[in-house]
């Protein structure tokens, strides 16, 4: 182990899943912020688990498609994949002993917020005569036990769902003994409900069914009952095909399915349960003690289902806001506040959620309704359940707009609620495309045609945020909205792109993947150095979700030593190592978590005082650099880009949510240390809309 270490912290680069374990733990920490409530602390406790749950599916899943097939690969930490394995596996244990522990702290508490979550023998006579009664009317009629035995096959049990073991015996007979196995229901919610005077007790489902097996076991001696719950490999890519339409949607709801069915990566166990039902488990999955993940005594298994508990509650949050350049309307007179009009006089710059996304929601709207509007185009990777983006969509096919839609039906843990919209507004007349071949495309992009008398106006949305009014209120993203011609001659150029066979050199105002962003943003960090040899002022900053891409951490590493300051607000996966002697000292690298999800991509670059700064979908990944369709668009209009550089001022000023990474790769939670605290969570809706700050990113 001590060689494991020692060959991690040697290499120049920070594996990206120990890296994304770190985040998660950032994530964790968010539940012991004595400033949280008990229901802020167990909604981040849920995320953690969920966040958890689709690592083991697709980065563990990957991991063991090397595995399976004999390959060997070596990871940016050095090591190779049966080490790697196991140093990320002991790693996931611990984190699970943590999320463990951390909810028996939690616990206490419940009482005094008029909850508590109670077994059935902890039940008094009315609450287990209503318990057993909703056991008796809803969920027994819903299982199905199974048997394993020389005459039953294996049962395929599904992915992420809770499952009990129980192992039997006929009654007084020699017989070996057999399991069963039961899936509880998953439509069904985790916890029962009752009341108890002015508290609410939830009764796990699983307690509940436990204490009624005589009535699914009829005359045979129950040795044990195991709780337990097993994930599956979710990582697929699909087959290209030349028929695209005809067979891409199947080739989707194939993989799809294997999901439920595919390798098991991860099996969780409650404490205490058989070890004969384990052992057989185990060899039946090809899985070692290493993907075993044991849920002590008094805790629960699968985390996620706390959402239930959290949604009762109502938190104080703060109401987004309209820029300043869309004043605020009553609903009366919503059909006078033109956005055609707003647009062609000035540009918006949203920063979500601290302004509502209602303008673009409005121009989308409006959109749909105006005589004068020809055509619409757009992408889609994921919505809103009720989407009002799609009902506009539809509204605009039915008055008869020519209206484009390129959706992502490969949005990960999205594609099949994407298949189902897409076909609506399929079936609605809308000309739909299903990606693009193997590049999934991330770009978000909106183009509307308008004539206007004898003109041709297109008015253009870009954005690093998804058209997703739900996600718009949790993650923090920044869209423009314009109306000016070279914006609207590169969005044009890219959706041909993207739906036909066009390969522009280059655009006035986008850096766009797979062809050119690496590229670009490496000019763009190498133009820098060269200023920083030549003696000019310099500096870089970025925001971004991660950092990943080699090409691109070795620019920066050159940067560094040539003097360039660089400070790099990286929220989740960083693969640089900062403030290695000789490798990085100029590189700083902070990670900013809390109340939202910081989603907004931003590259600030010094130019010798004439700053290049740019917005949009893509982070510094492999995936977006060479599997995606990406866009990057540059920020032009002075006072607009001036509010950017506020907005990467105010982001590296945080010292509530900020974390710093040391040159280990560790994270160390930044605090006021006498200073004024500053969260900028709750500072961008202290914003005055008339004060343009000037803020600076370096004196």
């Not at 400033?35 to 990957?62: H, P, Q």
């Not at 969920?139 to 036990?145: E, N």
């Not at 057989?280 to 699968?302: H, P, W």
């Not at 298949?419 to 739909?432: E, I, W």
């Amino acid at each position: 182990m001590q060689d494991t270490q020692e060959l991690i912290h040697k290499s120049d680069l920070i594996s990206r899943d120990l890296s994304w374990l770190q985040f998660n733990h950032r994530v964790l920490d968010q539940a012991r912020k004595e400033k949280r409530n008990l229901f802020e602390k167990l909604k981040f406790l849920a995320i953690t688990s969920s966040n958890a749950d689709e690592f083991n599916m697709i980065r563990i899943g990957s991991l063991y498609n090397y595995l399976d097939y004999g390959n060997d690969r070596v990871d940016y930490s050095g090591l190779q994949v049966i080490p790697f394995k196991e140093e990320l596996l002991a790693g996931l244990k611990e984190f699970n002993r943590q999320q463990d522990q951390l909810f028996l702290d939690l616990k206490p508490g419940f009482k005094q917020h008029n909850f508590e979550i109670k077994g059935y023998e902890e039940l008094n006579e009315r609450q287990q005569k209503s318990a057993s009664k909703y056991f008796e009317k809803t969920i027994f009629p819903m299982l199905t036990p199974m048997v394993f035995d020389p005459y039953h096959s294996f049962p395929i049990l599904m992915n992420n769902i809770l499952i009990f073991g129980v192992v039997t015996k006929t009654l007084k007979s020699k017989e070996k003994k057999k399991m069963s196995f039961i899936q509880l229901p998953q439509n069904l919610p985790r916890f029962y409900e009752l009341t108890d005077k002015d508290k609410v007790v939830f009764v796990p489902i699983e307690k509940i069914v436990q204490q009624h097996f005589d009535r699914v076991f009829k005359n045979v001696d129950i040795i044990s009952s195991s709780l337990f719950r097993v994930t599956r490999n979710g990582d697929f890519t699909l087959e290209e095909s030349e028929d695209i339409e005809a067979n891409f949607l199947e080739e989707m709801k194939k993989k799809l399915k294997t999901r439920k069915t595919g390798r098991v990566v991860r099996m969780e166990v409650q404490e205490g349960s058989d070890p004969w039902l384990i052992k057989q488990l185990k060899k039946r999955y090809e899985i070692e003690n290493e993907n075993v993940q044991v849920a002590c005594e008094g805790s629960l298994i699968d985390f996620t289902c706390l959402w239930q508990i959290v949604n009762q509650e109502e938190f104080n949050s703060f109401k987004p806001v309209r820029p300043k350049a869309v004043p605020p309307v009553s609903m009366s007179d919503i059909e006078h506040q033109d956005m055609f009009k707003i647009l062609k006089d000035r540009d918006i710059l949203l920063h979500h959620p601290y302004n509502t996304i209602e303008p673009l929601l409005d121009l989308l709207e409006q959109a749909a309704e105006d005589p004068y509007v020809l055509s619409i185009k757009l992408t889609i990777y994921r919505l809103a359940k009720n989407s009002r983006v799609v009902e506009a969509l539809l509204n605009a096919a039915e008055n008869g707009k020519h209206v484009s839609v390129l959706f992502e039906v490969k949005a990960r843990f999205d594609e099949e609620n994407n298949m189902k919209q897409a076909q609506r507004l399929q079936k609605a007349g809308c000309f739909v495309i299903y990606g693009v071949g193997s590049l999934k495309t991330h770009t978000k992009l909106l183009l509307i045609v308008r004539k206007e008398k004898e003109k041709v106006n297109r008015f253009v949305h870009m954005s690093s945020g998804n058209y997703n009014e739900a996600t718009s209120k949790l993650y923090t993203d920044m869209s423009l909205l314009t109306s000016d011609e070279s914006y609207a001659n590169d969005v044009q150029e890219f959706f041909n792109v993207i739906t036909g066979h066009s390969m522009p050199e280059d655009y006035d105002n986008l850096i766009t993947a797979p062809t050119q962003m690496r590229r670009d943003l490496i000019a763009l960090i190498n133009k820098e150095k060269e200023n920083a040899k030549e003696g000019k002022p310099t500096g870089i900053v970025i925001k971004l979700n991660s950092l990943q891409d080699k090409d691109a951490i070795v620019a920066l590493y050159k940067a560094s030593q040539a003097g360039v300051p660089i400070k790099l607000i990286v929220r989740g996966i960083c693969s640089l190592r900062p403030g290695r002697e000789g490798l990085s000292e100029n590189i700083a690298v902070r990670s900013i978590v809390g109340e939202y999800l910081e989603h907004s991509r931003i590259f600030y670059f010094h130019n010798d005082g004439d700053p290049k700064v740019y917005c949009g979908s893509a982070d510094m990944m492999v995936r977006s650099f060479d599997r995606r369709l990406e866009s990057l668009f540059i920020i032009s209009d002075p006072p607009l880009k001036q509010q950017a550089i506020n907005i990467l001022a105010y982001n590296l000023k945080d010292n509530v949510n900020s974390y710093e990474m040391k040159e280990d790769g560790s994270y160390v939670h930044l605090e006021p240390n006498g200073n004024p605290s500053f969260d900028i969570h709750q500072e961008f809706y202290k914003v005055k809309r008339e004060v343009i700050m000037e803020a600076k990113l370096f004196e």
